[in-house]
Every structure is written in structure tokens, then in C-alpha cells.
């Protein structure tokens, strides 16, 4: 499956994006999609993952209350809803597939296939 991520951009401390992860080339809905993103100097971290079939949504301590995952099967797209966005959530955002086991779903290791990421800068 091919992983296309955007929608990243500059926004100010406060403001809201949705990033976007369109997939192609398998069927879309068999895949758990993850979101990932790694700053400068440090190492790829979990944000959030959409399981496949029950659809369970697990987010990283740091964006709960903030960030949303969802999916439209109809359009192979994931989106990342940011709200309330925080200069500390600069980096590149990544979306990520596989099929996942749940006690795996934050580890970077257990998604097989990657989208190029995405740029977010939040200015203060």
C-alpha cells in the first residue's frame, strides 16, 4: 500500500490542522494507520493509530484531548485532527499502515508501510 501524507504547514500556537494520509494500491480498510512524528534530533514517536475492523483509537499521553484520528474507507484517506496545537508538536508528521497487534500499535517497528511525511511548524 502506497502512503501519501498531507496538509502540514505554519500555523501559531493555539490553532488547529488536519493532516490527511491517502493510501492506494491495497484495500484500504484491511490496514491499521498510525500517525508518527519526529522532531529534529529525536526519535520517531507515537501519536496516534486507528485500529482496523473494531476501529479502537489509541493517542499518545501528550496529544489526548487534542488530537483526533479518524477514517474515511470511501476515500483510503486517515486524518489527523490538531487542535489546541502547541509549539512542542513541531515535526514531521508521518502516517504509517500495517496489520497491527494492539500491544504493538506505538511502536514505529510493527507498521510496514510509510508515507513520506509531513512538515508542521507551530510558531509561539
Known amino acids: 500500500v502506497q502512503l501519501q501524507a498531507s496538509g502540514g504547514g505554519l500555523v501559531q500556537a493555539g490553532d488547529s490542522l488536519r493532516l490527511s494520509c491517502a493510501a492506494s494500491g491495497r484495500t484500504f480498510s484491511d490496514y491499521t494507520i498510525g500517525w508518527f512524528r519526529q522532531a529534529p534530533g529525536k526519535e520517531r514517536e507515537f501519536v496516534a493509530t486507528l485500529k482496523k475492523g473494531d476501529g479502537s483509537r489509541y493517542y499518545a499521553d501528550f496529544v489526548k484531548g487534542r488530537f483526533t484520528i479518524s477514517r474515511d474507507n470511501a476515500k483510503n484517506t486517515v486524518y489527523l485532527q490538531m487542535n489546541s496545537l502547541k509549539p512542542g508538536d513541531t515535526a514531521v508528521y508521518y502516517c504509517?499502515?500495517?496489520?497491527?497487534?494492539?500491544?504493538?500499535?506505538?511502536?514505529?517497528?510493527?507498521?510496514?508501510?510509510w508515507g513520506q511525511g509531513t512538515q508542521l511548524t507551530v510558531s509561539s
Open positions: 504509517a499502515a500495517g496489520r497491527v497487534i494492539t500491544s504493538s500499535a506505538r511502536l514505529p517497528t510493527a507498521y510496514n508501510y
